[in-house]
Structure formats: C-alpha cells, structure tokens
Nanobody, 128 residues
Framework: QVQLVESGGGLVQPGSSLRLSCAAS????????ITWFRQVPGKVREGVSC????????YYADSVKGRFTISRDNAKNTVYLQMNNLEPGDTALYYC?????????????????????WGQGTQVTVSS
C-alpha cells in the first residue's frame, strides 16, 4: 500500500528556514513526478514546487521562487522542500503528492487533479 509521510513543519519566525521531507513506502519516488502543495483553510490547494520524473526538471510557484528549493534523494526515497526566508504568507498545511503517469509540464504541474497519491500534510506556521 502506497504511503506518503510528510515531516519537518513547525512554528517559526519570519526569515527563518525549514526543510520539509516527503518519505514514501511501496513506491519509488525517483520514478515519478512529485509536487509539494499547500493549503490554507477556505482556499484552494496551491502548487508550490514540483520535480519531474524526467531529468529532474523543477518548477516553482512565483511566490516562492528564489526562496524554496525542491530536491530528491533517491537513496532515501525522499523528496525535500528547503524553505528559506519564510514569510507569514507561507503559513499553510503542506502536502506532497505523486503523479504516477505523467511528466511534469509548466501548464500541468500545479493542478491537484493530476495527482494520484497524497500524504496527510505537515503544518508550517510563520509568525512573529
């Protein structure tokens, strides 16, 4: 049974850093497109960053470009989201998700409908 487990969230001050992890069981993350999403209550789920199964091409939401970095450790079967210079607007529940079938593209990676497996999320709160 495929399971995704996110970790690394927490309560931090603006300007701080966090590294989120997405670990998988019964699934080799190196073979799939993986995306981090975030969601605030009452708002739609937002694509944050994606790493494609093809050549590891990465995509970022405009709001996090230059601050967040997605990476993959195939040996640990884990995908990371390094988040630097965090802002209060980054406060959300962060999820990782797997697209089993498609390579990422800049017109598709951010749409939750394309993803087949989801974790339970890890909360990130940025507040002074």
């Amino acid at each position: 049974q495929v399971q995704l487990v996110e970790s690394g969230g927490g309560l931090v001050q603006p300007g701080s850093s966090l590294r989120l992890s997405c670990a998988a069981s019964a699934l080799s993350l190196s073979s799939y497109t993986i995306t981090w999403f975030r969601q605030v209550p009452g708002k739609v789920r937002e694509g944050v960053s994606c790493i494609s199964r093809v050549d590891g091409v990465t995509y970022y939401a405009d709001s996090v470009k230059g601050r967040f970095t997605i990476s993959r450790d195939n040996a640990k079967n884990t995908v990371y989201l390094q988040m630097n210079n965090l802002e209060p607007g980054d406060t959300a529940l962060y999820y990782c998700a797997v697209d089993q079938f498609r390579d990422a593209s800049n017109t598709r990676w951010y749409d939750p409908v394309n993803y087949d497996y989801w974790g339970q999320g890890t909360q990130v709160t940025v507040s002074s």
